[in-house]
T-cell receptor, first 117, second 107 residues
Framework: DAGITQSPRYKITETGRQVTLMCHQT?????MFWYRQDLGHGLRLIYY???????DKGEVPDGYVVSRSKTENFPLTLESATRSQTSVYFC????????????????FGPGTRLTVL | AQRVTQPEKLLSVFKGAPVELKCNYS??????LFWYVQYSRQRLQLLLR??SRESIKGFTADLNKGETSFHLKKPFAQEEDSAMYYC?????????FGAGTILRVKS
């Protein structure tokens, strides 16, 4: 589990500011994911990446930007933070597929609690 | 459309009582289902997956395709089982999560 880390763990910012949440994994997993966790909604996928330089939108991508120049890093940027983006953000990674099926499951980071004032 | 429904936001039971956390899914293909657990102040972790047919920490879950359900069960709840539980469905390369159920085991 220590193979996937997030920083910062806690962040308070103001409306309109840009914020970047970092995610780093040491397993060389192909897939990486960003979720937000909100009471009553569970985990909702924001963006995901199948490999370096390949990203795709999830369920709730608006207001977020991602990049993946290196396999091990997958930063999430809130370009202009809004109060509705106050949430706990989880990064996850997964090895990939084999034989057409999910070879392994997702491993989650410890989360970043973001508050937008 | 693919969807996971966990109808209970909170389930409160006494220690030693049986537990059943409900999960229903909507999916057109052959489903791959998981249960994840998040203990207090810890990260999410996989509890079990249906293809493994395993029992972890006394929990089991059986896929019922006829009822499109994947309920999580444990015959005797322990206080350390108190946590948030998420049911998840694999859809392509992504997981679709339910809203989660908080399990509280009272002594």
């Amino acid at each position: 589990d220590a193979g996937i880390t997030q920083s910062p763990r806690y962040k308070i910012t103001e409306t309109g500011r840009q914020v970047t949440l970092m995610c780093h994994q040491t397993w060389s997993h192909s897939y990486m994911f960003w979720y937000r966790q909100d009471l009553g909604h569970g985990l909702r996928l924001i963006y995901y990446s199948a490999a370096a330089d390949i990203t795709d939108k999830g369920e709730v991508p608006d207001g977020y930007v991602v990049s993946r120049s290196k396999t091990e890093n997958f930063p999430l940027t809130l370009e202009s933070a809004t109060r509705s983006q106050t949430s706990v953000y989880f990064c996850a990674s997964r090895q990939g597929r084999a034989g057409g099926r999910v070879k392994d499951t997702q491993y989650f980071g410890p989360g970043t609690r973001l508050t937008v004032l | 459309a693919q969807r996971v429904t966990q109808p209970e936001k909170l389930l409160s039971v006494f220690k030693g009582a049986p537990v059943e956390l409900k999960c229903n899914y909507s999916y057109s293909g052959s489903p791959e289902l998981f249960w994840y657990v998040q203990y207090s102040r810890q990260r999410l972790q996989l509890l079990l997956r249906h293809i493994s047919r395993e029992s972890i920490k006394g929990f089991t879950a059986d896929l019922n395709k006829g009822e499109t359900s994947f309920h999580l069960k444990k015959p005797f709840a322990q206080e350390e089982d108190s946590a948030m539980y998420y049911c998840a469905l694999n859809h392509g390369n992504k997981l679709v999560f339910g809203a989660g159920t908080i399990l509280r085991v009272k002594s």
